[in-house]
């Protein structure tokens, strides 16, 4: 038979058990916090230092690897600078120019999208021209017939 004694060691432990609980719900929400607080700091990449148990440890930045092609908007530019006028200015022949040449890396596919990117901000800024279907190229001025030569 349960005795009123039980009860109320039964309630103690109940007890003991829920501020357990939640003592280890204070300390995880507390660890969130702080680990929270040191997040922009991270971010932004400088280095900080992160406190544990066994005292301070130096948290190392993220080392990427060294910059290829830092000058590459450079290389196209002077490859467009010495392109003859009205002549088709194609992606394809430029790659394999600079690759070979000047000494760019990195996979065609994506040397393909940044030079596209280049040429249509030179085209807005008004060094180069744009035909449908012919291509991008440079010409002498408005006021002289332009033969274009179709790149495809």
């Known amino acids: 038979m349960v005795t009123e004694k039980d009860h109320v060691e039964n309630m103690r432990a109940r007890l003991a058990r829920k501020k357990t609980e939640l003592e280890t719900a204070a300390r995880e929400i507390q ?11 991270i971010l932004a990449g400088s280095a900080s230092v992160v406190r544990s148990p066994s005292g301070p440890v130096e948290v190392e930045r993220v080392k990427t690897g060294a910059p290829v ?5 450079k290389k196209v530019d002077d490859y467009i ?4 006028y ?13 690759k070979a040449d000047h000494g760019v890396v990195g996979k065609d596919k994506s040397l393909y999208a ?3 990117s280049l040429l249509k901000k030179r ?11 012919v291509g991008y190229y440079k010409t002498r001025g408005e006021d002289k017939d332009s033969v274009l030569v179709h790149t495809a």
């Open 31 to 41: 660890d969130m916090i702080d680990a929270l607080s040191k997040v922009p700091r």
């Open 69 to 73: 092609n830092k000058d590459l908007s």
């Open 81 to 84: 600078a010495e392109f003859a």
């Open 86 to 98: 009205d002549q088709g200015i194609s992606i394809g022949d430029m790659i394999k120019t600079l």
């Open 114 to 116: 940044y030079i596209a």
């Open 123 to 133: 085209l807005v800024e008004g060094k180069l021209k744009h035909t449908p279907g």
